[in-house]
């Protein structure tokens, strides 16, 4: 029913509830539902153990690119933020946290953690638009806020894909032991990458696709507004 994005009148009516608000107390036990039974034992850290994370969803291309001993294999996986529109809010510090001035238009940012071959390993937030919540500060709260989960799931020597975005977070990742693969940023006074940098940024590229396409794919089909 969230797909289809009908309203609560349209479901009073089709169910035959009393009233609005008792189709939305309907919805919201439904979405607790969800939560407690659902979520956990599909998405999330808790849904997968690594060795099956690594068995089931690291490909072989993933695993011959970046790792340098491909025939130890380690937990690959690609992160990147995306955000959905939503309407105003009547709660003025909500109304000024959730705006974008990047995108005109009031939003939120959830961050996915993507396998390489598309399966979806977690969603983190969502997080307000403002300034506070860059990318690389919404990855080390997660890190801060989730530690024993998190540094028991990514281990020394793991392989982690980001963009350009996360350049803050390279010594939350160094701290860790996680190898991290982002495209080569230029140096001052360059005007280019070198073709070394530059075909290794293409790669990380290539690969961060995956994360990109599943960001798309859940916006087109989950508008909240």
């Not at 999330?44 to 291309?61: K, M, N, P, S």
């Not at 959830?110 to 977690?122: C, E, K, M, T, Y």
């Not at 020394?156 to 982002?182: C, P, Q, S, V």
Request: charged residues 25%; aromatic residues 10%; proline residues 4%.
């Amino acid at each position: 029913l969230c797909k289809m994005r009908l309203s609560d009148e349209f479901l009073c009516a089709m169910f035959q509830y009393s009233s609005r608000q008792a189709t939305s107390l309907a919805v919201a036990t439904v979405r607790q539902s969800l939560m407690q039974r659902f979520v956990p034992t599909n998405i999330g850290f808790d849904a997968i153990t690594r060795e099956d994370y690594i068995a089931r969803h690291v490909t072989q291309f993933a695993n011959e690119l970046y790792n340098p001993d491909p025939l130890t294999p380690r937990v690959i996986a690609i992160v990147d933020g995306t955000y959905t529109y939503i309407p105003k809010s009547t709660n003025f510090r909500a109304l000024r946290q959730s705006y974008s001035i990047h995108k005109g238009r009031h939003l939120i940012k959830p961050v996915l953690i993507v396998a390489p071959d598309g399966w979806i390993l977690n969603i983190q937030g969502p997080y307000f638009s403002d300034h506070r919540n860059n990318d690389a500060a919404i990855l080390q709260n997660e890190f801060e806020h989730d530690a024993d989960r998190m540094r028991r799931w990514f281990q020394n020597n793991d392989i982690i894909i980001i963009d350009r975005g996360y350049r803050d977070a390279i010594l939350l990742f160094e701290r860790l032991g996680i190898t991290w693969k982002m495209p080569a940023l230029l140096n001052q006074n360059e005007r280019q990458l070198n073709t070394e940098d530059a075909n290794e940024s293409r790669l990380v590229t290539k690969s961060r696709w995956v994360v990109e396409a599943r960001n798309g794919h859940l916006r087109s089909i989950f508008k909240i507004f």
